[in-house]
């Protein structure tokens, strides 16, 4: 039996709906909701077979079937096999508001895969979902029990790795971020292992002031995708 979870957020099921319809199992409506975005989401539900029940529900809820993590088998047939892949690779992040807000960026720069490791790191919980607006449920987030080995399966497979760090010389908009690449970037505290850093083909930064230690990660993460997005257009 599939997994089924529940949301009342509208963004939330807007933005699933208009990508990934299959995954909604029905949407309940409040009575006589007067809601311009609840009667669009009515529509596309209707357009899809997505079942609708009104009743003295307090608004809007909706019941869907969330995204499983994917592995390392879903990377080498699915995603290696995508024409100039953007995969994103987490070295342990543990907020849970950091990965939702990297879920949702990742959408919007259009990458095609996120690698978490199995240890040490957040997962797909309720939280995350919530904060990535739906991004968890579109983008295939894949889980590795070695993140060295997955690299290195990347640079076989002719990818160009860049780790994201504040100590490289290299700032984001001199490099080539088109073709098969994959970024790194750092847990909130540490960073990215050194271990790791040491196995990208280059490292880069981003230039900020000198009076700000450094960017969260979901806001360098932000940045430097939306570089990727608009070399790739």
Not at 134 to 152: C, D, F, M, Y
Request: charged share 30%.
């Amino acid at each position: 039996m599939k997994r089924i979870l529940k949301t009342k957020d509208i963004n939330f099921i807007q933005t699933l709906i208009e990508n990934k319809p299959d995954k909604i199992a029905e949407i309940k409506i409040k009575d006589k909701l007067a809601d311009k975005r609840v009667a669009n989401i009515a529509a596309l539900a209707k357009k899809n077979g997505i079942g609708i029940i009104s009743n003295k529900i307090e608004r809007f809820e909706a019941s869907f079937y969330p995204r499983e993590m994917e592995n390392i088998k879903f990377l080498e047939n699915k995603i290696l096999k995508k024409e100039n892949p953007l995969i994103v690779i987490l070295d342990h992040i543990q907020d849970p508001q950091n990965l939702g807000s990297i879920l949702r960026s990742s959408l919007g720069a259009s990458v095609d895969a996120i690698i978490i490791p199995k240890d040490r790191a957040c997962h797909l919980t309720p939280s995350v979902r919530k904060v990535s607006k739906a991004a968890s449920e579109i983008i295939p987030t894949i889980i590795v029990s070695n993140l060295r080995n997955t690299v290195k399966i990347l640079q076989r497979n002719f990818f160009e790795i860049f780790a994201c760090t504040g100590e490289a010389s290299l700032s984001y908009f001199e490099v080539d971020l088109r073709g098969p690449r994959a970024l790194i970037f750092g847990s909130e505290e540490k960073g990215i292992q050194k271990f790791l850093s040491n196995e990208a083909d280059e490292k880069i930064k981003i230039p900020i002031d000198s009076r700000l230690e450094s960017l969260n990660v979901s806001n360098a993460t932000s940045v430097i995708l939306f570089e990727a997005k608009r070399q790739r257009i």
